[in-house]
């Protein structure tokens, strides 16, 4: 941070603030504690019967890479408008959304995703802006090799276990490890 978001002071110091834990920037202008906190993802996997609705990015990063509909939520919305709104955005699909499928943090870069289970409410689907195609799968043609991220690949092999073993009921919560060996 260069300057106060608030007030434009330059003079700004960063230090643990009394009472706190971590070092933030305070500014010596206007006494503001900048805190700065992880970004919120909201998705849904959009089904029609056994098949999943997937979309390929238009966009980097990753681009030409399979992803459920996604985004970074905005200000002023639910999780479940957000994940709605992305769908449709990505792909002009139409969701119901159902309950929470998974938590995905990804510590590294600040990132939590929220994936929710869903329906469409009809076929009249298409790509959207950020995406070069959409596409229903069945599970046995999903492009593993070419999912976009590793929070989208939780999200659908642990939504095909739940599936199959009669428990979509349950939330998933998963983290990327970077110690670990993740091709993504
Ligand atoms: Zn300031």
Redesign the pocket.
């Known amino acids: 941070m260069k300057y106060?978001s608030?007030?434009g002071?330059q003079d700004l110091i960063f230090k643990v603030p009394s009472g706190d834990s971590l070092p933030r920037y305070i500014?010596g202008?206007?006494e503001?504690i900048h805190y700065v906190n992880p970004k919120i993802i909201v998705g849904a996997i959009p089904t029609y019967k056994d098949q999943i609705l997937l979309c390929k990015r238009a966009i980097e990063p990753r681009k030409g890479k399979w992803t459920l509909p996604c985004g970074y939520m905005e200000n002023g919305e639910t999780v479940e408008e957000g994940a709605a709104r992305e769908t449709l955005e990505e792909a002009n699909a139409r969701i119901v959304i159902k309950n929470l499928q998974s938590v995905y943090s990804i510590p590294y870069i600040n990132q939590v995703y929220l994936v929710f289970n869903s329906e469409l409410l009809d076929l009249d689907f298409s790509a959207g802006e950020e995406s070069l195609e959409v596409e229903l799968f069945n599970e046995e043609d999903i492009p593993w090799s070419e999912i976009a991220f590793s929070a989208i690949k939780f999200s659908l092999e642990t939504f095909l276990q739940d599936r199959k073993e009669g428990n979509l009921h349950i939330t998933r919560v998963g983290r990327y490890a970077l110690n670990k060996k993740d091709k993504f």
């Open positions: 106060c608030l007030c002071s500014c202008g206007c503001t």
